[in-house]
Nanobody
């Protein structure tokens, strides 16, 4: 069983930055692929990015060049650095863990979820 706890959300002006953190319980964190998803009001949950056990990462086109995912296996933590934020980035951001080392982009591929953290970008 893995428990995920996100933190770092908040209100920021357009063009600003935020760093989200996701702390995971469990001794096998390094063997999990970790992803970030987001969900805006009235919209489906959207894949943001993923990092595999080896550190390889991929992102949805809308955040490429602005968002960076990293992981610290010693701290059982994954991060989402968000730069040059836009109002359309406003959403609840969720951390997810997959019981596989390989990354995936569908929410159905993930076994564990955090409670979410709100990110609001104002104009």
């Amino acid at each position: 069983q893995v428990q995920l706890v996100e933190s770092g959300g908040g209100l920021v002006q357009a063009g600003g930055s935020l760093r989200l953190s996701c702390a995971a319980s469990g001794r096998t964190f390094s063997s999990y692929a970790m992803a970030w998803f987001r969900q805006a009001p009235g919209k489906e949950r959207e894949f943001v990015g993923v990092i595999g056990w080896s550190g390889d990462s991929s992102y949805v086109d809308s955040v490429k060049g602005r968002f960076t995912i990293s992981r610290d296996n010693a701290k059982n933590t994954v991060y989402l650095q968000m730069n040059r934020l836009k109002p359309e980035d406003t959403a609840v951001y969720y951390c997810a863990a997959r019981s596989s080392r390989e990354p995936a982009g569908s929410p159905y591929e993930y076994d564990y979820w955090g409670q979410g953290t709100q990110v609001t970008v104002s104009t």
